[in-house]
């Protein structure tokens, strides 16, 4: 079973970046493909990115593609998520994902087996 902590969020202006880390303790990270999602009050959870188990395999939502950069750090048990340009529509509540052999292509939070409690993400206008 795997942990994972996310961190990173905060209040930021539009166009303003931010990085978020999830930290991984428990498991073999690289046997987890990994994924963020984020959920804005009163919507549904979304896929926002993903990543293969060694980072060879990448996806984004339409939404955030060319504005935001998945990638993962093995050795540190470290997945993160690059925000820039960021939109208030970006406002969210943003979780960190474990899919146990996965092939780092799930977009459907039943998809994924373990998942961090999320860090708050604000953009202000």
């Known amino acids: 079973q795997v942990h994972l902590v996310e961190s990173g969020g905060g209040l930021v202006q539009a166009g303003g970046s931010l990085r978020l880390t999830c930290s991984a303790s428990?498991?073999?990270?690289?046997?987890?493909?990994m994924g963020w999602f984020r959920q804005a009050p009163g919507k549904e959870r979304e896929f926002v990115a993903s990543?293969?188990?060694?980072?060879?395999?990448?996806y984004y939502a339409d939404s955030v593609k060319g504005r935001f950069t998945v990638s993962r750090d093995n050795n540190k048990n470290t997945v993160f998520l690059q925000m820039n340009s960021l939109k208030p529509e970006d406002t969210a509540l943003y979780y960190c994902a474990a899919d146990f052999v996965g092939p780092g292509s799930a977009r459907r939070v039943h998809e994924y087996d373990y998942w961090g409690q999320g860090t708050q993400v604000t953009v202000s206008s």
């Open positions: 428990g498991g073999t990270f690289s046997n987890y493909a």
């Open positions: 990543i293969s188990r060694y980072g060879l395999g990448i």
